[in-house]
């Protein structure tokens, strides 16, 4: 079951590879383009963090490739939080075209709090913020989890 | 230890993004355009594409987000298989920049050979490509593995 819409995309002509799909970069590019509507969602937007020179940093991320995209397509990002703390939020994605009922792709990430002061060092979250995870926390936790979520890659059996 | 230098590519302003370091998504960017360059290496390249119609897709892609990049910078790509099979390629990425002793990026990835027809389907590599395969498996089995590499996303205590 999807998480809550954060957004929607059309694909560009030259996001399509010489496969005639979306490149495999270009979903990450969305991907990271609806990550910064989520962090304007919760309040870490751009008067924060020109306020706090407080931000969120991308420590990882895992994609799963499940169905091709095509330039006449248009991709429905939905996000919801796996979990979180007083400085990290573990988020997963799925995107979605209307033609398909499962996904085209999943994906999970993890985002630190940081402060870029002279040094770079995680900041614990604000009130404010913990207040507006703390909503979207109740609001994924109803859901089943999102398949296939992050696992440690390696050729299988199939 | 490092794997084969794949290729070297500079910084666009574009791909600066607000924390004024290069956007995750832009790596990923790279990494796909090195990609090509490794299938150009082993023998999937355009040619190849166009007589079979077989080509590469990517199933998985696992990154870690190490250190920050600047628009400064010069970023080198050096790749390596953990391993292979019929239909299948894991790949390791190393990122490194000149001031980095350690890589600013680790990414594995499931590429999957396929063949392009009325429907699209997996399909074995041919001898000439398996063979390719193997020399860059006997280069990387020689190296220790790439930290950190692949594994399930998940919130630890620090």
Redesign the interface.
């Known amino acids: 079951m999807a998480g809550k819409e954060i957004g929607r995309t059309g694909i560009r002509p030259d996001w399509i590879d ?3 799909h979306l ?4 979903y ?2 969305i ?2 383009d609806m990550t910064d509507r989520f962090m304007d969602q919760i309040g870490v937007d ?1 008067a924060y ?1 020109e306020s706090t020179r407080c ?1 969120l ?9 499940l169905l ?1 995209v095509k330039e006449s397509d248009e991709l429905r990002t939905d996000i919801r939080l796996v ?3 007083s400085k ?1 939020i ?1 988020a997963s994605f799925e995107m979605y075209v209307p033609r398909h009922a499962t996904p085209v792709l999943t994906a ?3 985002l630190l709090h940081v402060h ?1 002061g002279e040094t ?1 060092g995680s900041a614990p979250f604000p009130a404010s913020v913990l207040a507006e995870l703390a909503a979207w926390q109740a609001l994924s936790d109803g859901l089943a989890p999102t398949e296939p ?7 299988r059996r199939r």
Chains 1, 2 share one sequence.
């Not at 940093?57 to 490739?65: A, F, G, Q, R």
């Not at 979520?149 to 050729?155: E, F, T, W």
């Open positions: 010489y496969n005639g490149r495999d970069a270009y990450v590019v991907l990271s751009a963090r931000t940093y991308t420590l990882e991320m895992h994609l799963n490739y091709e979990a979180h703390d990290r573990h999970e990430c993890m870029q770079v979520g992050s696992r440690q890659i390696a050729l």
